[in-house]
């Protein structure tokens, strides 16, 4: 992702997002130009996919120099 932001980089990985999901199955999803990932339509990360239970994830990023 890019850092500070709900967007994809899609300079890796060729141009698709890898999701690990908690089944321990794989989802590759094709990253868009405006770097959203759609999954049925939607964007993967937005409040209206089914898979949020109506509200959007909560992305966090690490402080400068803090490890992850």
Do not use: C
Request: aromatic share 10%; net charge negative; glycine share 14%.
């Amino acid at each position: 992702m890019i850092p500070g932001t709900t967007k994809f980089d899609p300079e890796h990985y060729g141009g698709f997002a890898i999701f690990l999901r908690l089944d321990n199955s794989v989802y590759m999803g094709s990253i868009e130009k405006d770097g959203r990932v759609l999954q049925g339509g939607i964007d993967i990360l937005s409040a209206e996919n089914e898979i949020w239970g109506g509200k959007a994830p909560d992305v966090r990023y690490p402080e400068k120099g803090e490890e992850i």
